[in-house]
């Protein structure tokens, strides 16, 4: 079954950038989105489409593709970023959706 | 405004069935696609497919065929996910998740606030 792989952490001080990448073989040709997770609530839409913000997503938020890797990169982060963040796109048939293992992001 | 509350936490015992609601107002229920996400404790999120509340249709992920089913009950804008022969692996957090549009697209705009379902003897 198709996978998409995250690194499972990434640690950044406030005020630095943090990148997050989301790899997949059919991301080549499948849009990717990115939600944001943190601890007892629902996910939250943060880029759609790879790189589309979603009204009231603040702008530090951003998203890219390259090949079959994408990337979440937070720009000047945030304590309130400190989350858990999910890549998620479909296969390469489009008729089945995988998310990304997680990636836990730190602010140190 | 768009709102979709999901039933309340629920505790089975292996082999029994539960049956979460998704109950959605705020919106045309049947212009938008229903998903089903899976969340197992301190684990990540899992897709378990979705139902087009148009016709009906459902869409199974790899390993949610057979003891899963989704439903609806268009008259009151709600979605079911319906679980048998409970396991206790199937203890987790089920979210139901509006898509964009009227078929699965991965943009899930609303989610529900979760239903916990705990399996245990």
């Known amino acids: 079954s198709y996978e998409l792989t995250q690194p499972p952490s990434v640690s950044v001080s406030p005020g630095q950038t943090a990148r997050i990448t989301c790899s997949g073989d059919a991301l080549p040709k499948q849009y990717a989105y990115w939600y944001q997770q943190k601890p007892g609530q629902a996910p939250v839409l943060v880029i759609y489409k790879d790189s589309e913000r979603p009204s009231g997503i603040p702008e530090r938020f951003s998203g890219s593709s390259s090949g079959t890797t994408v990337t979440l990169t937070i720009s000047g982060v945030q304590a309130e970023d400190e989350a858990d963040y999910y890549c998620?796109?479909?296969?390469?048939?489009?008729?089945?959706?995988?998310f990304g293992g997680g990636t836990k992001l730190t602010v140190l | 405004q768009v709102q979709l509350v999901q039933s309340g936490s629920e505790l089975k015992k292996p082999g029994a069935s539960v049956k979460v609601s998704c109950k959605a107002s705020g919106y045309t229920f049947t212009s938008y696609a229903m998903n089903w996400v899976r969340q197992a404790p301190g684990q990540g999120l899992e897709w378990m497919g979705w139902?087009?509340?148009?016709?009906?249709?459902?869409t199974y992920a790899q390993g949610f065929t057979g003891r899963f089913v989704f439903s609806l009950d268009t008259s009151v804008s709600t979605a079911y996910l319906q679980i048998s022969s409970l396991k206790a692996e199937d203890t987790a957090v089920y979210y139901c998740?509006?898509?964009?549009?009227?078929?699965?697209?991965?943009?899930?705009?609303?989610w529900g606030q979760g239903t916990l379902v705990t399996v245990s003897s």
């Open positions: 139902i087009n509340t148009n016709t009906g249709n459902p």
């Open positions: 998620q796109s479909a296969d390469s048939s489009g008729t089945f959706w995988v």
């Open positions: 998740a509006r898509d964009e549009g009227g078929d699965s697209s991965g943009w899930y705009d609303y």
